[in-house]
Structure formats: C-alpha cells, structure tokens
Nanobody, 123 residues
Framework: QVQLVESGGGSVQAGGSLRLSCTAS????????MAWFRQAPGKEREGVAA???????SYADSVTGRFTISQDNAKNTLYLQMNSLKPEDTAMYYC?????????????????WGQGTQVTVSS
C-alpha cells in the first residue's frame, strides 16, 4: 500500500522559511516523478514544484527563486524548502507521486497523493 505523509507545515511571518517533508512508503520515490502541489481556499489545486525521475526539475513561476525541491533517496523522502514566504503562499500543500504522461506540474501526471500539510503566512 502506497502512503505519502507530509510534515513541516506551520505558521510563519512573511519573509520567513519552512521546509516541508514527504516520506513515501510502498514505492521507491526515486523511480517516480514526485511533486508538490498546493490549494488555497476557494482556488484550484496548482503544481508548485516537481522532480522527474532522472533529475529534471520544474517550478511554478510564482515560486521560482524562492522554493527548492529536493529528494533524499536513502530516506525515500521528498522536500520543499520554502524561503521568502509571502501571504499568497498560504495553502494546504500536498505531496504527489506518479509515472504518467503529461505536464510535469499537472495533476494528471500523479497517481498517489498525501493528506496535506497546512502552511499559513501572515503579513
């Protein structure tokens, strides 16, 4: 059974940093495309950052230069380092894993999802 468990969310002031973690079980993360998505209240879920098996990385324009996605294969864990946080980054953040075809930041690529971790950025 595949499980993705996120952690590391919390409340922070604008300009602060957080590091999210996503620990996978039931699959080998390095063999899948792995990504972070987020969903703010009243908005659609959007892709934030993705790491394709093989090393290619993609970021949403809104987080480029501030967020960094990485993976520790030994720990089967995906990370999202978030710096210079803004109030508009406030959302539930989800980890996803998949092997489908399509846009790397599109939901259709991903088969497995975590339960989410809340990030709240105050001004």
């Amino acid at each position: 059974q595949v499980q993705l468990v996120e952690s590391g969310g919390g409340s922070v002031q604008a300009g602060g940093s957080l590091r999210l973690s996503c620990t996978a079980s039931g699959l080998t993360a390095s063999s899948y495309s792995m990504a972070w998505f987020r969903q703010a209240p009243g908005k659609e879920r959007e892709g934030v950052a993705a790491l394709v098996s093989g090393g290619s990385i993609s970021y949403a324009d809104s987080v480029t230069g501030r967020f960094t996605i990485s993976q520790d294969n030994a720990k089967n864990t995906l990370y999202l380092q978030m710096n210079s946080l803004k109030p508009e980054d406030t959302a539930m953040y989800y980890c996803a894993a998949g092997g489908g075809l399509g846009w790397i930041l599109g939901e259709e690529m991903y088969d497995y999802w975590g339960q989410g971790t809340q990030v709240t950025v105050s001004s």
